[in-house]
């Protein structure tokens, strides 16, 4: 069984550049979650994928988009970065049930924007 | 709006020495609470779900409880590679499965 991979590990941007972060889902899993964890604080939802379709959004403006493609691997987006979006991105897989279930965690990426 | 508290936000202990973290929670029906383990620079680690009060759940050196306000989560005679941070999130009840994570209690245990 393979667990969750991300790509970058790290990455150095520019305020105002775009960044694209990719995911590859456990094995079996069909839903992905995105968090940004800033240094000391807890994860906060970005947004979640089921099925190729967005099924949730945390609080979060629009220049912080997804993808999630069939094979359910998935890619965040986030346009016009600023100081702020430094932290650490994570992935999280899960098997939808209709309750809630455990998400698995990938290594996440580190994100520094200058 | 759903609250997750979590205390203490740190803790040290020597190894042996048994503690409990606490996560307190605001939620308009609770339909799920998780609790996962976090390495520095690393991806949270699943630990525990519980559902409902009363329910337990054991795993080693950890014991996680629940009732309708809030979790523990046991630790009986730590060991230094218990050292880490502790997540609690909560799912609520409602259309989304959008988990609501605590700030995460950092846990250091002394040889």
């Known amino acids: 069984e393979t667990g969750v991979t991300q790509s970058p590990t790290h990455l150095i941007k520019t305020r105002g550049q775009q960044v694209t972060l990719r995911c590859s889902s456990q094995s079996g899993h069909n839903t992905v979650s995105w968090y940004q964890q800033a240094l000391g604080q807890g994860p906060q939802f970005i947004f979640q994928y089921y099925r190729e379709e967005e099924n949730g959004r945390g609080n979060f403006p629009p220049r912080f988009s997804g993808l999630q493609f069939p094979n359910y691997s998935s890619e965040l987006n986030v346009n016009a970065l600023e100081l702020d979006d430094s932290a650490l991105y994570l992935c999280?897989?899960?098997?939808?049930?209709?309750?809630?279930?455990?998400?698995?965690f990938g290594p996440g990426t580190r994100l520094t924007v200058t | 709006e759903d609250q997750v508290t979590q205390s203490p936000e740190a803790l040290r202990l020597q190894e042996g020495e048994s503690s409990s973290l606490n996560c307190s929670y605001t939620v308009s029906g609770l339909r799920g609470l998780f609790w996962y383990r976090q390495d520095p620079g690393k991806g949270p680690e699943f630990l525990f779900t519980?559902?409902?009060a009363g329910e337990e759940k054991e795993k080693e050196r950890l014991k996680a409880t629940l009732t309708k306000k809030e979790s523990f989560l046991h630790i009986t005679a730590p060991k230094p590679e218990d050292s880490a941070t502790y997540l609690c999130?909560?799912?609520?009840?409602?259309?989304?499965?959008?988990?609501?994570f605590g700030r995460g209690t950092s846990l250091i245990v002394h040889p």
């Open positions: 519980l559902y409902s």
């Open positions: 999280a897989s899960s098997l939808a049930s209709g309750r809630p279930t455990e998400q698995y």
């Open positions: 999130a909560v799912q609520a009840a409602g259309g989304s499965y959008i988990p609501t």
